[in-house]
């Protein structure tokens, strides 16, 4: 959390999913990538598809 608290000190927009448990397991990675796809295209003007 000291990294959200300094965002948003300095005014940084974030958007913050703090889950109480989760590993740096593939499969972890793999679902939190399928969820933010469609933010990632957007950003970066790809297709959501």
Do not use: K
Not at 6 to 35: A, C, K, M
């Amino acid at each position: 959390m000291n990294l959200t608290n300094r965002l948003h000190q300095l005014n940084i927009p974030v958007t913050v999913d703090d889950r109480p448990d989760g590993t740096h397991s593939w499969g972890y990675w793999e679902d939190e990538l399928h969820r933010s796809w469609p933010f990632l295209a957007q950003t970066i003007g790809s297709r959501v598809n």
